[in-house]
């Protein structure tokens, strides 16, 4: 190591001192860090807004207007009941007069057959 410094022109003391970096000025102060950036602080730092109270009239109106949604949506779906049981009907219908056309012609046929 003594050769490798003399080769450079340094001792042995200052080649160690230059590759550590250790000269007595730099060893004591801190390395210099540029200063924080200002951050926006997070939603839960932030203080809350006070909670205003709901008034009686508040909650009558709240509660009138839940009762007339409820009561439309029960039109509507007893509309709706309606005229599912009239299609409902009417195809029952329909296959009930399928079905008596059927026997008639069960019966005609019946009786053809027994007829001498």
Request: proline share 10%; hydrophobic share 35%; charged share 35%.
């Given at each position: 190591a003594e050769r490798i410094a003399a080769g450079a022109g340094?001792?042995?003391a200052e080649a160690t001192a230059a590759l550590r970096?250790?000269?007595p000025s730099a060893a004591r102060e801190p390395p210099h860090r540029?200063?924080?950036?200002p951050r926006r602080p997070f939603a839960w730092t932030q203080p809350?807004?006070?909670v205003k109270p709901i008034t009686v009239e508040e909650l009558r109106r709240q509660k009138a207007e839940t009762d007339a949604w409820k009561k439309r949506?029960?039109?509507?779906a007893e509309l709706k009941r309606k005229r599912e049981r009239a299609?409902?009907?009417a195809y029952?219908?329909?296959?009930?007069?399928?079905?008596?056309e059927r026997?008639?012609?069960w019966a005609a046929a019946r009786a053809r057959r027994t007829a001498p």
């Amino acid at each position: 190591a003594e050769r490798i410094a003399a080769g450079a022109g340094l001792t042995l003391a200052e080649a160690t001192a230059a590759l550590r970096g250790s000269q007595p000025s730099a060893a004591r102060e801190p390395p210099h860090r540029p200063p924080p950036s200002p951050r926006r602080p997070f939603a839960w730092t932030q203080p809350k807004e006070p909670v205003k109270p709901i008034t009686v009239e508040e909650l009558r109106r709240q509660k009138a207007e839940t009762d007339a949604w409820k009561k439309r949506a029960a039109a509507s779906a007893e509309l709706k009941r309606k005229r599912e049981r009239a299609e409902q009907e009417a195809y029952a219908a329909l296959q009930r007069a399928e079905q008596a056309e059927r026997d008639r012609e069960w019966a005609a046929a019946r009786a053809r057959r027994t007829a001498p």
